[in-house]
């Protein structure tokens, strides 16, 4: 008789732990989805901070930006006077003397 009481109540305290780890485990994923939705929200924000970020740094944008400030943007070195692979000002020149 003693030992049908022990295993029942060793039963009913396995059951308790169980159905106490099933209760957590259902709050953990309410707290997972909670958490999931609140990073979609955060990247969709990011996201629209990105695009407007493009926007106002896409290269019309920028050159309305300086054509309305009336800022001179002059290069200080021409695409045909430099190479990258000669660091002098004129490559044709520095390979002529050969």
């Not at 407007?52 to 400030?69: C, D, H, L, R, Y």
Request: overall charge positive.
């Amino acid at each position: 008789m003693i030992k049908l009481l022990i295993c029942l109540l060793s039963g009913v305290a396995v059951a308790l732990f169980m159905l106490n780890l099933r209760h957590q485990e259902l709050e953990l994923r309410h707290q997972n989805a909670e958490l999931h939705d609140h990073i979609k929200n955060q990247q969709a924000k990011l996201w629209s901070q990105q695009l407007q970020i493009s926007e106002f740094t896409a290269p019309n944008a920028i050159n309305a930006t300086v054509k309305g400030q009336k800022i001179d943007m002059v290069p200080r070195f021409s695409a045909r006077n430099t190479s990258w692979i000669d660091p002098s000002p004129e490559p044709d020149k520095a390979h002529h003397g050969h």
